[in-house]
């Protein structure tokens, strides 16, 4: 197999995980490397052996020599570089957010199909080996038709010292983690119809939202709770593990604490340890992340050979970032957002 060649901009705090990835993957490496701090671009560049090194976008496309390009920024550039790379005509993965606005999203996948280059958003979670789980006992008929389910990420975690913007922006918990939540309802329940969001800021320290509830009704008929928080102290801190509740026609699905997924139908209960890997490279308790950013871009290059639509990909993703905007507008009007009507 012809190994495929990338180009990664945005060398900072997940990036890490990123590269640790792109050394595992099967038939994809990183070539160059961007950022537009120098000490970031030497920190990565040493670590990883990267000899070609860019501080600046232009300058790395100008000069080409690779097959993708891995956006690994945080959102205000995203659009920019989206769009740089569907003018370059390369293949792109964007990190999420995707974008600031649903317009920009929208513009974003418009000028990628335009130019006629795969683009996928790195929505990492569903690729988590426990939600993979849930989805194949959902498919493997455990539970018959899911009628109600609960994706619940409630945590004290302080996420402000890897992560000091998160802490500044008008917006946090949707934006930045429940966006990953309500990829998950999507990807187990089905899309959303319509949807009504409560906020609330506990920490006096941050400037957005850190508790949400959030209350989906899925095109199927099916009925979800996607609830997050940074608030909630608990006796067993359990960052950063979403937890699942899923209630069929023929049985229930729970994805507990310390990943386990219990099983219930006629045949009784069965609990299987749904635990992630730790790779060589990982650490706890972000290994399931970490395990998932493997899995993403593994999937990236094995859809690239094939030709095949990526699961997360830019056109997908715009139902999942339709669920952010919605969820913001719902809080702060207090109403029920048509979700189609956004799409
Ligand atoms: P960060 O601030 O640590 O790193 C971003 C890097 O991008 C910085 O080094 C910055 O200098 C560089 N950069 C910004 N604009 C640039 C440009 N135009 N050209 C070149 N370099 C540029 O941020 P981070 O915490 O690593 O987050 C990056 C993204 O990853 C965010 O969008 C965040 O939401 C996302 N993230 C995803 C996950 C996940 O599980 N998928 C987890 C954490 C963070």
New binding site residues.
């Given amino acids: 197999m012809t190994e495929l060649k990338g180009a990664l901009?945005?060398?900072?705090?997940?990036?890490i995980n990123q590269m640790h990835a792109w050394n595992d993957v099967r038939g994809a490496g990183i070539v160059a490397i961007?950022?537009?701090?120098p000490e970031?671009l030497k920190i990565v560049g040493d670590q990883f052996g990267i000899d070609r090194r860019y501080g600046d976008?232009e300058a790395l496309f100008a000069d080409g020599g690779f097959d993708f390009v891995d956006i690994?920024?945080?959102?205000q550039?995203h659009r920019f570089?989206v769009e740089m790379a569907a003018r370059n005509k390369v293949p792109a993965i964007c990190?999420?957010?995707f974008a600031k606005t649903l317009s920009d999203a929208k513009a974003m996948v418009e000028a990628c199909r335009n130019a006629g280059i795969p683009l996928m958003v790195?929505e990492?979670f569903r690729w988590q080996t426990p939600i993979q789980a849930v989805r194949k006992a959902l498919d493997a008929d455990a539970i018959g038709t899911p009628f109600w389910g609960r994706f619940s990420f409630r945590s004290a975690y302080d996420v402000f010292s890897g992560?000091p913007?998160l802490a500044e922006g008008e917006r946090f918990i949707i934006e930045?983690l429940g966006i990953h939540t309500l990829d998950i309802a999507r990807y187990i329940l089905g899309d959303v119809r319509s949807l009504t969001a409560r906020t609330k800021r506990v920490n006096p320290r941050i400037k957005g939202e850190d508790v949400a509830t959030i209350l989906l009704d899925h095109e199927n008929g099916a009925t979800s709770v996607v609830d997050v928080s940074y608030a909630t102290r608990l006796s067993r801190e359990p960052f950063p593990e979403t937890l699942i509740e899923l209630d069929g026609s023929e049985g229930t699905i729970r994805l507990t604490q310390g990943y386990g997924l219990e099983v219930t139908n006629a045949r009784g209960t069965t609990t299987t340890d749904v635990s992630p890997k730790l790779l060589s490279w990982a650490s706890r308790p972000w290994h399931n992340?970490q395990e998932s950013v493997y899995a993403i871009q593994q999937h990236w290059v094995d859809q690239l050979e094939r030709g095949a639509e990526h699961s997360t990909s830019g056109a997908d993703n715009l139902k999942t970032f339709a669920l952010v905007e919605a969820a913001y507008d719902s809080a702060a009007r207090g109403q029920t957002i048509d979700v189609g009507a956004m799409l």
Avoid: E
Wanted: with cysteine.
């Fill in positions: 901009i945005g060398c900072g705090f997940f990036a961007c950022d537009r701090d970031r976008a690994a920024t945080t959102v550039s570089l990190q999420k957010p790195h990492n992560q913007y930045d992340i």
